[in-house]
Structure formats: structure tokens, C-alpha cells
């Protein structure tokens, strides 16, 4: 049965930081590229970075270029994703699954990101 089970969300001001884990199980995670997408509300599910299975490339949304980072770590079976110079339009729930572009399995729980002052 696979489960995506993500983590670190919570409360930050604009300009903070969050680290976002989610630890995937149920499948070979290291045959999977992996990304992260977000949904605020009122909007749709958004895309939101990708990484190759053993972390060769990377992509990002041009919304989150330069202050977001995602990595792995396939021992861990585990994505992460780095979130620095948050701002209010981050605001979301936060998702990651498998594959890139098109979600694999069905979604976890997610984890709130909330950037106010």
C-alpha cells in the first residue's frame, strides 16, 4: 500500500524558512522521479519542483525559482523540500507524490505552509 506522508509545515513570517519532508513508502521510491505541488485555497493543485530519481535534475516553478530547493535522499526514502524568502503567496497546502508533471499515486494528507505576518 503506498503511503506519502508529508511533514514541517506550519506558521512563518514573509521572509522565513521551512523545511518540508515527506517520507514515501509502499513503492521502489528510488525508481521514481518525485515532486512537490501545492493547492491554496479557491485554486487548483499547482505544480511545484521535481527531481529525477537519483537527483541528476531538477526543475521548479518559475514562481518558486531561486527560493525553494528540492532534494532526496533514497535511503531514507524520503523528498524534501527547502523553502527560503517565503511569501504570502506561498500560502497552501503542500503535496508531494511521485512521477513528475503527472501525480502517480493518490495523495497524502499534505501539510499546511501558512506565510503571514
Known amino acids: 500500500q503506498v503511503q506519502l506522508v508529508e511533514s514541517g509545515g506550519g506558521l512563518v513570517q514573509p521572509g522565513g524558512s521551512l523545511i518540508l519532508s515527506c517520507a514515501a513508502s509502499?513503492?521502489?521510491?528510488?525508481?521514481?522521479?518525485m515532486s512537490w505541488y501545492r493547492q491554496a485555497p479557491g485554486k487548483e493543485r499547482e505544480l511545484v519542483a521535481g527531481?529525477?530519481?537519483?537527483?541528476?535534475?531538477?526543475n521548479y516553478a518559475d514562481s518558486v525559482k531561486g527560493r525553494f530547493t528540492i532534494s532526496r535522499d533514497n535511503a531514507k526514502n524520503t523528498v524534501y523540500l527547502q523553502m527560503n524568502s517565503l511569501k504570502p503567496e506561498d500560502t497552501a497546502v503542500y503535496y508531494c507524490n511521485a512521477g513528475y508533471k503527472t501525480p502517480f499515486y493518490t495523495w497524502g494528507q499534505g501539510t499546511q505552509v501558512t506565510v503571514s505576518s
Open positions: 527531481i529525477t530519481n537519483f537527483g541528476s535534475s531538477r
Open positions: 509502499g513503492f521502489t521510491f528510488k525508481d521514481y522521479d
